[in-house]
């Protein structure tokens, strides 16, 4: 299943866009302003090497929080733009295929790539996304939720009409209404048969499920 929703869940874990030297989803604001902001800005740069991008690190849950953190590294911010949807799509992937084999059911995202419009627009993230969603699809064995974080209800809108649209212009076979009112689109991945079922006017996502193996 995914979703674009502007509403926080309880997921068991959350994906944060980080950057290769790991100053976008640090523990705390830096005052750049300020000069013991920039000193604390370029010590942590120095104490570390650059990281790949398109790869991930995993923190694990602390004290009260019940979920654990997924820091997808997908810009660099020496770049412009920052991201390439290769990177995000390699780094999704990643973390999905991660984290079904820890058993976890439910995960929250934020628009990978998108930032301050040095990054991905929202086309492209959606894309990488969907890619990612497709490639984990054929392989999955036990259901997985992946909720998109959004700010407000003009984005969700927008993410959503994008999700659709290009499902549909992926589609091979189509249906008007399956199981009541859920309409569903069929899309080949790789020989196979991945069901898309979603109600027309919510903006609640998409379940898929894959339905056979490469013919």
């Not at 770049?79 to 992937?93: F, H």
């Amino acid at each position: 299943m995914v979703e674009a929703l502007g509403r926080r869940l309880q997921p068991d874990a959350m994906i944060v866009q980080e950057d290769r030297n790991l100053v976008m989803a640090s523990g705390g604001m830096l005052d750049l302003d300020s000069h013991d902001g920039l000193d604390a800005a370029y010590l942590a740069i120095a104490e570390h090497r650059p990281l790949p991008l398109g790869r991930y690190l995993l923190l694990r849950s602390r004290g009260e929080e019940a979920y654990w953190t997924y820091q997808a590294v997908v810009h660099d911010l020496e770049s412009n733009p920052t991201c390439r949807a290769g990177n995000v799509r390699r780094s999704l992937t990643s973390i999905l295929k991660d984290s079904v084999k820890r058993g976890m059911t439910s995960l929250t995202v934020e628009p990978l790539g998108v930032w301050r419009k040095r990054g991905l627009t929202l086309e492209e993230m959606v894309e990488a996304i969907e890619a990612s969603i497709f490639e984990v699809g054929v392989s999955l064995s036990s259901p997985l939720r992946l909720t998109l974080l959004l700010e407000n209800m003009d984005l969700v809108e927008e993410v959503s009409h994008l999700f659709r649209s290009r499902l549909l212009c992926k589609a091979s076979r189509s249906f008007r209404t399956v199981d009541g009112d859920a309409a569903l689109v069929e899309v080949r991945k790789r020989g196979f048969r991945l069901h898309c079922r979603f109600v027309p006017g919510s903006l609640s996502g998409y379940a898929i499920t894959c339905v056979g193996g490469p013919s």
